[in-house]
């Protein structure tokens, strides 16, 4: 008996979806709260502050941002560039191979990281 090609793909799919999420990455972190996030390897966490340009400084270090800049809300939804000025709070952040921010994830007040690395903190009195 041969499988026709779609029905491959049923079967590809069911065994992915049975095996509960077992092909997540070891270093694949989750959020405890309503909303669970995977972060990839190399992401930091950090407080973050969005200045006018835009501009990100995390933990009082400033960082430059990538030319495919992605900022999601705590509902997982896109901040556009243009409304970023003025933004404040905790965040998971991921920079490419030249130190440029790519993607920025906000999290609540209340929600912490665990696993990740804490990004360098260069606030004298000000600690996040």
């Known amino acids: 008996m041969r499988l026709a090609a779609p029905n491959l793909l049923r079967l590809s799919l069911a065994a992915a979806l049975a095996s509960g999420g077992a092909c997540l990455p070891a270093s694949a972190q989750t959020v405890p709260g309503a909303l669970s996030r995977v972060y990839p390897m190399g992401s930091m966490t950090g407080y973050a502050t969005f200045g006018a340009g835009p501009t990100l400084s995390v933990n009082c270090v400033s960082y430059p941002l990538g030319p ?44 912490t990281v665990s696993g990740l690395a804490a990004a360098p903190n260069r606030c004298l009195f000000r600690q996040f």
């Open 68 to 111: 495919g800049l992605r900022v999601e809300n705590t509902q997982q939804r896109v901040i556009l560039r243009g409304d970023l000025a003025g933004i404040k709070g905790p965040v998971v952040f991921q920079r490419d191979s030249m130190g440029n921010v790519f993607r920025v994830w906000m999290l609540g007040a209340n929600q």
